[in-house]
Structures are given as C-alpha cells and as structure tokens.
C-alpha cells in the first residue's frame, strides 16, 4: 500500500507555487470608481475606507495613478445632485450630465483604458429604485426605454461596455437592439445576470446616496435562496446578446460563480462589492484580521470559483501590494 502524503506538495515554496491552481493578475480586475460634481474634490467614503468619491479633474489623477499601477479597466459610477434626480431617471439620458463628461474626459485623457459603465436608474430616480416606480410598482417595459436611452448616451460619450445593473426583464435584448440601430455594434454588454437582493450593498447606496426611498429591491433583484433561477436569468441574457455574465455579489455567491461557469462559455463576471470590501476593511482595522492576506484570499477564491473579471475596490490596493 502506498502512503499519499499530499503535504509533498506543500513543503517548500517553490513547488507550492509550482503546483498553485489559480493566479491573479490585473488583467482580471474593473476598478470602480465614484464621480462627484465640482472641482478639486477628494472625499472619502467612511463606510469603505480607502474608496473615494471624486470630481472630475481629481478622478483624472485617479485614474493616471490606476494606470501607471497596471489597473485599466475601470467601472464609473455617478453621485448625482438630489435637485437632478426625478421619477424616470431623465438626468441620465443628458449628454452633458456628469457621468457622460466624466466618461469623455477619462477617454480623451487615457484613450486605452477600458470602461464599464453602469445602466440602471436608481441614481437618478427620486424613488431610489432601478425602475420607475408607479403606484409602488416598479415598472418594466417603460424603464427598458430610458435603459436603451442612458446607455446610448454612455456609448456615444466613449463607453466600451456597458454593464445593465438594474435586473429588469429584456433589458439587454432592448440595449443591443438600440445599440446596434445607433451604430455602436462594438459597444459591449456585461450583464449583471445574477444580482441578488443583498445586505452588502449598503456602503455603495451611501456613496452614491441611492437607497430607495421606500420598499426594497426584491420584486427585480433575486431572492438570496436561489440558485437555478440563476441560470435561466443567464439563458436569456445570453440569447438576448449579452458579451458577459456577471455574479452580483461575489462571496456568498461563489456556488453561483461556478455554476454559471460550468453552464456557459461566455466570460463569468463578479462583483466584489462594497459591503465584502468594507467587512475586510472593518476587521481589518480592529485588528482582528489581517486586511492585505485577507484581501488576496477573497480575490483568490473568487477567480478559483470560475470569474475571468473580478470588479473590486481591492483592484487599486492589490496592484500596490504586487508592487512591493
Ligand atoms: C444599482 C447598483 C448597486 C451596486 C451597483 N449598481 C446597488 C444596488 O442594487 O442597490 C452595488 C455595488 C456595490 O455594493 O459595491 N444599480
């Protein structure tokens, strides 16, 4: 009888490193990113220490520093003025509006860099909600016409993805179909195929001050408890045109990364988010665990679980680390 004895291979370095199944790199990551009105604005979000919002020339800088890290793909979202914000959202099919400058600036200055940029209302609407809400209703096909709208102006300000983020029915579909009538067949879409209705969204919700005002999320966002609902929102998006398929959030949903990894051969996404970053980054300050290892674990194992994109706050921090 032979003795397995798996610790062979873990007993120096060098073969650790020789047999490790899965490898980071920057190429993996979108940045996000948080706009604000103004000029020489630096503010940083106390719930996600290290994440700031910034003003356009400010996320100039940002960005320039991302870039010379390695970081290149970036994911922008926009804090938008309470005065601008109305029932259907109609600030975010502006031109001139913050996000769409902002987008144009980051492209004018960095040609090169990657932009995903984000489709969904709710930092728009007044009601706090991915749809426009009547009657407490959030409503479908009527928020599909401002979704097509919002994303047409994002891509003619120079975004190369757009990222529907809002979970209605047949958004893609209608996005690629406004798209392509526009003439922006090589904008791409990363759907957010499986987002849930999640607790760890609430640090994001302050940064941009986008919580709804009334109700919750659970009549478009997933019920937590589901896992084959997971893979019909994937058949559609995929038969809808979808260029990638995105788990939202990433570390309760690892199962669900792999699932969507084993049942499609587009690109799997998945959104490290704001409530996951900030759980690392409280602990981490008391002390209680260490913030830099746990940071390269979680990132692990969400590419481990099968994403080929992992969209982090740590993106930025871990080019530092690398570095060092
Ligand atoms: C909403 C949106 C959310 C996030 C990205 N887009 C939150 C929500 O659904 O309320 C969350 C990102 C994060 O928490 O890091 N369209």
């Given at each position: 009888?032979?003795?397995?004895?798996p610790?062979?291979n873990r007993?120096s370095e060098v073969i650790r490193n020789m047999v490790e199944e899965t490898t980071l790199g920057l190429n993996d990551f979108i940045f996000?990113?948080?706009?604000?009105?103004?000029?020489?604005?630096?503010?940083?979000?106390?719930?996600?220490?290290?994440?700031?919002?910034?003003?356009?020339?400010?996320?100039?800088?940002?960005?320039?520093?991302?870039?010379?890290l390695g970081v290149k793909a970036?994911?922008?979202?926009?804090?938008?003025?309470?005065?601008?914000?109305?029932?259907?959202?109609?600030?975010?099919?502006?031109?001139?509006?913050?996000?769409?400058?902002?987008?144009?600036?980051?492209?004018?200055?960095?040609?090169?860099?990657?932009?995903?940029?984000?489709?969904?209302?709710?930092?728009?609407?007044?009601?706090?909600?991915?749809?426009?809400?009547?009657?407490?209703?959030?409503?479908?096909?009527?928020?599909?016409?401002?979704?097509?709208?919002?994303?047409?102006?994002?891509?003619?300000?120079?975004?190369?993805?757009?990222?529907?983020?809002?979970?209605?029915?047949?958004?893609?579909?209608?996005?690629?179909?406004?798209?392509?009538?526009?003439?922006?067949?090589?904008?791409?879409?990363?759907?957010?195929?499986?987002?849930?209705?999640?607790?760890?969204?609430?640090?994001?919700?302050?940064?941009?001050?986008?919580?709804?005002?009334?109700?919750?999320?659970?009549?478009?966002?997933?019920?937590?408890?589901?896992?084959?609902?997971?893979?019909?929102?994937?058949?559609?998006?995929?038969?809808?045109?979808?260029?990638f398929?995105?788990v939202?959030?990433a570390l309760?949903?690892l199962?669900?990364i792999k699932?969507?990894r084993d049942?499609?051969?587009?690109p799997i996404a998945a959104?490290n988010?704001?409530?996951?970053?900030?759980?690392?980054?409280?602990?981490?300050?008391?002390?209680?665990?260490?913030?830099e290892k746990a940071m390269v674990e979680v990132l692990t194992s969400i590419k481990r679980a099968g994403a080929d994109v992992i969209l982090t706050?740590f993106a930025k921090e871990y080019a530092q680390y690398i570095r060092r």
């Open positions: 009888m032979i003795t397995r004895r610790r062979r007993q996000p990113l948080f706009i604000i009105e103004g000029q020489n604005k630096k503010i940083e979000i106390s719930s996600m220490p290290g994440i700031n919002r910034f003003s356009i020339d400010t996320l100039l800088e940002e960005v320039n520093s991302c870039v010379e970036f994911a922008p979202f926009a804090s938008i003025p309470e005065q601008l914000k109305d029932k259907t959202g109609s600030e975010s099919m502006n031109p001139d509006g913050l996000f769409p400058r902002a987008i144009r600036e980051i492209k004018r200055n960095f040609p090169d860099v990657v932009l995903m940029t984000d489709v969904a209302l709710d930092p728009y609407s007044s009601d706090g909600h991915d749809g426009i809400v009547e009657n407490g209703e959030i409503l479908n096909d009527e928020t599909l016409e401002v979704l097509g709208k919002m994303a047409l102006v994002q891509a003619q300000a120079g975004a190369d993805i757009v990222g529907p983020s809002d979970m209605m029915d047949g958004r893609v579909a209608h996005i690629r179909k406004v798209l392509d009538t526009a003439g922006y067949h090589k904008v791409g879409i990363m759907s957010y195929t499986a987002k849930y209705a999640s607790s760890f969204y609430g640090p994001f919700r302050d940064a941009l001050d986008s919580a709804p005002k009334k109700g919750d999320k659970k009549t478009y966002q997933m019920n937590f408890a589901n896992s084959r609902e997971a893979l019909i929102e994937a058949e559609l998006d995929t038969q809808e045109g979808a260029d398929l995105m939202k959030p309760a949903y199962d669900i699932l969507l049942n499609s051969n587009l959104y988010i704001s409530g996951e970053y900030a759980m690392v980054k409280a602990a981490a300050q008391n002390g209680w665990i260490d913030g706050y």
